[in-house]
């Protein structure tokens, strides 16, 4: 959790608690930037709690429906589905150019079917 300048969060004060997301909000002694917990994260703009976003992860590795997602979290299924493709996008650019080797292959496999639309599964 850095802002942009690079200077660490202890040389940043409380500014103010985000009425939703309940996050503090920090603001950098250098650079006067105010940034949270999300900053430089898909989470950035989304005003969720760290609950949903814990909840969200492990739903996404667990393959659940952006319904379902939808549901246990009380958003809407489109914020499932930009943060699921945002998942994707951000595991896209950290997969090695290099063969995986065999003990990792499933892995990969697995976020290969991530953010798919899945529509009318029960
Ligand atoms: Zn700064």
Redesign the pocket.
């Known amino acids: 959790m850095y802002?942009?300048?690079?200077?660490s969060v202890s040389n940043a004060y409380w500014f103010r608690t985000t009425k939703k997301s309940h996050l503090t909000v920090y603001r950098?002694r250098?650079?006067?930037?105010a940034y949270n917990l999300y900053i430089n994260t898909i989470f950035q703009q989304r005003r969720l709690t760290p609950q949903q976003v814990v909840l969200f992860l492990r739903g996404v590795l667990k393959d659940e429906t952006s319904i379902t997602l939808a549901a246990e979290l009380k958003v809407s299924p489109q914020t499932v589905l930009d943060l699921r493709r945002d998942v994707q996008d951000s595991a896209r650019c950290l997969q090695p150019n290099t063969p995986l080797p065999d003990a990792h292959t499933e892995t990969g496999e697995m976020f290969q079917n991530a953010g798919e639309k899945r529509r009318g599964t029960p």
């Open positions: 802002p942009n300048c690079g200077d950098c250098a650079c006067n930037t």
